[in-house]
């Protein structure tokens, strides 16, 4: 990814962050403290719009080949945004999430991206054949709710969430898959924007 889409990326969710920072109360972004939350205040939540809508709106104008070559994919990852806005707006029913998630998987097993096999244990590859869709919606659906879970923790779910982006875009870059490896990229720079927000004591 060239350093001025990086800088011009960050930028974006930089400012995208900041303003919804200052419009919380007016958007009913407010989180209240909880049992998992260390904060003790009201602190602003929705921080997911400022960094998918900066991805979203420059992924089109820099890899306009790989958006159209993966707009179902792109699809399934705006379905997971609205759910999770609504998440942050009103506390979406787990229900809910679960169906939009779930629907959101079958789309991006049909554009191709999936698990085909558990690899390689002992010299035997162990193919998934018919199982591979189970076995991605199992995969998909629980790791969206375990990491939903964590997500109370000044700076905790941001941090995670670069593991997994880094370990993401590694697996492109390994198979050689480029809208893996740029997906995974655009989401680390937006992620490292929210972080400059996120770490305790949080904005």
């Known amino acids: 990814m060239p350093l001025t889409e990086m800088l011009i990326l960050f930028l974006t969710a930089a400012i995208l962050i900041w303003l919804i920072i200052r419009n919380a109360p007016k958007l009913g972004l407010i989180d209240v403290p909880?049992?998992?939350?260390?904060?003790?205040?009201?602190?602003?939540?929705?921080?997911?719009?400022?960094?998918?809508?900066?991805?979203?709106?420059?992924f089109p104008f820099f890899h306009f080949e790989l958006f159209s070559s993966y707009f179902w994919s792109l699809t399934a990852i705006f379905l997971v945004f609205v759910v999770g806005v609504l998440d942050d707006h009103r506390d979406t029913a787990p229900r809910t999430k679960f169906v939009?998630?779930?629907?959101?998987?079958?789309?991006?097993?049909?554009?191709?991206?999936?698990?085909?096999?558990?690899?390689?244990?002992?010299g035997v590859e162990i193919p998934l054949g018919i199982l591979?869709?189970?076995?991605?919606?199992?995969?998909?659906?629980?790791?969206?709710?375990?990491?939903?879970?964590?997500?109370?923790?000044?700076?905790?779910?941001?941090?995670?969430?670069?593991?997994?982006?880094?370990?993401?875009?590694?697996?492109?870059y390994h198979y050689a898959d480029p809208f893996v490896m740029t997906i995974s990229g655009s989401f680390i720079i937006a992620l490292l924007a929210f972080l400059i927000f996120n770490w305790n004591p949080a904005r």
């Open 100 to 122: 939009v998630i779930t629907i959101a998987t079958i789309i991006v097993y049909f554009d191709g991206l999936t698990f085909t096999s558990l690899k390689t244990f002992f």
């Open 132 to 172: 591979s869709l189970p076995f991605t919606l199992f995969a998909t659906v629980g790791f969206t709710n375990a990491f939903n879970l964590i997500d109370g923790l000044d700076g905790l779910a941001g941090t995670i969430g670069l593991v997994i982006l880094a370990t993401l875009y590694y697996l492109g």
């Open 34 to 58: 909880n049992g998992r939350s260390i904060h003790k205040h009201a602190t602003p939540r929705g921080a997911g719009i400022g960094i998918y809508l900066a991805v979203a709106l420059l």
